[in-house]
């Protein structure tokens, strides 16, 4: 049997990019998934994904931001692929809600380039929104969309050039860790390395379960629509978007192909107890909501449907991921339950699991994500 110096569980997002760091450092490493890397049955497809700086979730995101976006441009040119395009973010919402006063609180706090508006300076900078008078918007001029699948399938493509193996029609039974090493059971047989990496998506709770964690796993519809006017595209200077409201939290693109606007709900979400069996089609209601919130906020968008998508969002307590050496098994680590709003660090997190399963630690400030914070017992 073959020995690898680490292995890595889960190839999407973030494991690709583990692959890609770990193989640039010159380890051994073999990538294990179930499906292809690039596909749609987990989190990380649905061709755009927003990358913004001035972090409203928590503060200490921002520095893991900033080397996210160094990595992000050095794979662009590694790969000669352009991954990420400017638009620039709106975000609206009360004035004291969560979103706006978090986005101006990371912006002060790491001197973050952005520009508070009120509701009418918003409308009038950018027309195609219908904004209240009792919301207020934060526009973030730096911020845009990577583009998903090319990501992933860069990360992969780099790997594989420096060396990676990457077995894929493998599903995964279970993992366990000796003196030795760590073996790693699939259906198309045992592989065996010093290390182990788990990048796994929705499929957490069954391979970290010895941590605890209540990971929940939500199905999440993405609609692109038509539009009627041409102030909607992104070559029009038309931004990426996320508002806070009463019914709650959306967010889309500005139209960059054939497909249309982009628009999703990124609050609630139909829980679901096995990621492999998750419906496909257009649910009524998913559908319902996003209509309503276009018709209220980007009048210039039809209900016409062009296209939809089901993707997965891993949950956990807080809504923080998960990130470390595991605490009984040091010769393991992970990067877990990035609940919907981890893709954009996916670059970084690969770089902290390579330093984590090699060096056995990191130089990047990732302490107010591990697994024994006192928020995950909620």
Known sequence: MKRYDCL?????????????????????????????????????????????????????????????????????????????????????????????????????????????????????????????????????????????????????RCAVQLGAEIVTGANILGWEAGKSGVRVETDRGVFSASRLVLAPGAWA???????????????????????????????????????????????????????????????????????LRVSRDIDPEDRRRIGNFLGARLPGVSLELKKHSVCLYTMTPDENFVVGRHPRHRQVCFAAGLSGHGFKFASVLGEILSDLALEGKTRLPIDFLNCLRQSLSS
Not at 97 to 111: D, E, I, Q, R, Y
Not at 208 to 224: H, N, Q, S
Not at 248 to 259: H, L, T, V
Request: charged share 20%.
């Open 205 to 275: 709770a069954d391979l970290l379960k010895d941590l605890g964690i209540a990971f929940e796993v939500r199905r999440k519809a993405m609609f692109w629509h038509k539009t009627l006017n041409p102030g909607y595209l992104a070559a029009s200077g038309f931004p990426a978007f996320l508002f806070e409201t009463p019914q709650g939290n959306f967010y889309g693109f500005p139209e960059i192909d054939a497909w249309g606007l982009k628009a999703a709900e990124h609050s609630g979400g139909q829980i679901t107890a096995d990621p």
């Open 8 to 156: 890595v569980a889960g190839v999407g997002g973030v494991g690709s990019a583990a692959l890609f760091h770990l193989a640039q450092k010159g380890a051994r490493v073999l990538g294990v998934d179930r499906f292809v890397p690039g596909h749609d049955r987990g989190s990380s497809h649905g061709d755009t994904r927003i990358f913004r700086l001035a972090y409203f979730e928590h503060p200490g995101y921002v520095p893991l931001l900033r080397r996210a976006f160094e990595l992000w441009q050095d794979l662009s040119r590694r790969s000669g692929v352009e991954l990420y395009r400017e638009t620039g973010l709106l975000e609206a919402g009360p004035p004291d809600g969560v979103v706006v006063p978090g986005v101006l609180k990371s912006a002060k706090l790491h001197g973050l380039r952005v520009e508070p508006l009120s509701a009418g300076e918003a409308e009038r900078r950018f027309p195609g929104f219908r904004i209240p008078a009792s919301m207020s918007a934060v526009f973030e001029p730096g911020a845009g969309y990577l583009q998903v699948e090319a990501c992933v399938e860069a990360h992969v």
